[in-house]
C-alpha cells in the first residue's frame, strides 16, 4: 500500500514539475518572487520517493517478523503524514497570500508600468495571451492607465475579439474579454483540487498502512510473551 502511495505523490510531483504548475510559471506576469520558494513538486517527489522506499522497510519486517523494523517503519510513516498536514496548512496560507498580493499588487502595475516597462509588457502581454484575458478585472482597468493615455484611448488589441481591429471602448466593450483574475483563480484551484485529491487518497493509505503496522506490532508483542 505504501509503495503504491510513494508512486502516486512521485507521479503527481512529476507532473506538476514537468507542467510548471508547482511554481505558476505558466502565469506569466503572475510568477512572483515569493513563489520561488515553494516547489511542491520537488516535495511530493521527495515524499513520494521516501514512500516507496519505506513499503519495502515495512514488507521487510512483515515478512521477518521483526518488531524493531515494524517499529521504525510507523515512526518514519507519521512523520511524513504529520509532514503532508503541515503542507496542507501552508498551501492554505499561501492561496490567502497569493490572492492577497494579486489583489494589492496587479492593478497598479497594469496602469503605471504596461507600455513603458518592456519587462512587464512582455509578461502581461504572455498572461493575456495565454489565458484569453484582458486586465486584472477587465479591458476597464487600462482606463487612464500609461498605455492607455500614450495610445489615444485606445487598449491593448487583447481586449477585444478580433486583434486586428481598433481596440476602442465600444469594441472591448462588445467583445467583453473577461479579465485575467478569474481564469488565474479558476486555473489554481484545479490544480490544487487534483493534487489535493491525491494527497488525502495517499494520507488514506498511510493511515491504513500505520494500523496494519501496530497491529501486527501488536500480535507479535503478544506472542513474544
Same mark, same amino acid.
Given at each position: #500500500? ?8 512521485? *507521479? ?115 498572461? #493575456? ?70 494527497? *488525502? ?8 498502512? #500505520?494500523?496494519?503496522? #501496530? ?11
Amino acid at each position: #500500500m505504501t509503495k503504491v502511495g510513494g508512486l502516486a505523490l512521485t *507521479a503527481v510531483g512529476i507532473w506538476l514539475n514537468v507542467a510548471g504548475d508547482s511554481r505558476l510559471q505558466f502565469l506569466g506576469i503572475f510568477d512572483l518572487n515569493i513563489l520561488h520558494g515553494v516547489n511542491f513538486g520537488y516535495f511530493f517527489i521527495a515524499i513520494g520517493g521516501v514512500m516507496a522506499l519505506l513499503g519495502f522497510l515495512g514488507c521487510c519486517g512483515a515478512k521477518k517478523e521483526s518488531k524493531c523494523l515494524l517499529i521504525m517503519f510507523f515512526s518514519i510513516i507519521l512523520v511524513i503524514f504529520i509532514s503532508e498536514l503541515a503542507t496542507a496548512a501552508i498551501t492554505v496560507a499561501y492561496s490567502s497570500l497569493l490572492e492577497n498580493v494579486l489583489n494589492a499588487w496587479s492593478t497598479p502595475v497594469l496602469k503605471e508600468q504596461y507600455g513603458k516597462d518592456k519587462v512587464v509588457t512582455d509578461m502581461w502581454n504572455v498572461t #493575456m495571451t495565454k489565458l484569453h484575458c484582458c486586465g486584472y478585472n477587465n479591458y476597464t482597468d487600462f482606463n487612464n492607465s500609461y498605455y492607455y493615455e500614450e495610445n489615444g484611448d485606445i487598449y491593448p488589441p487583447n481586449c477585444c475579439e478580433d486583434p486586428e481591429i481598433l481596440c476602442d471602448a465600444e469594441n472591448a466593450r462588445q467583445s467583453d474579454i473577461k479579465g485575467c483574475y478569474d481564469l488565474i483563480n479558476l486555473t489554481i484551484k484545479k490544480k490544487f483540487y487534483i493534487v489535493g485529491g491525491v494527497a *488525502a487518497g495517499v494520507c488514506g493509505v498511510e493511515l491504513a498502512a #500505520m494500523a496494519v503496522c #501496530m497491529c501486527l506490532f501488536c500480535y507479535l508483542d503478544k506472542q513474544g510473551t
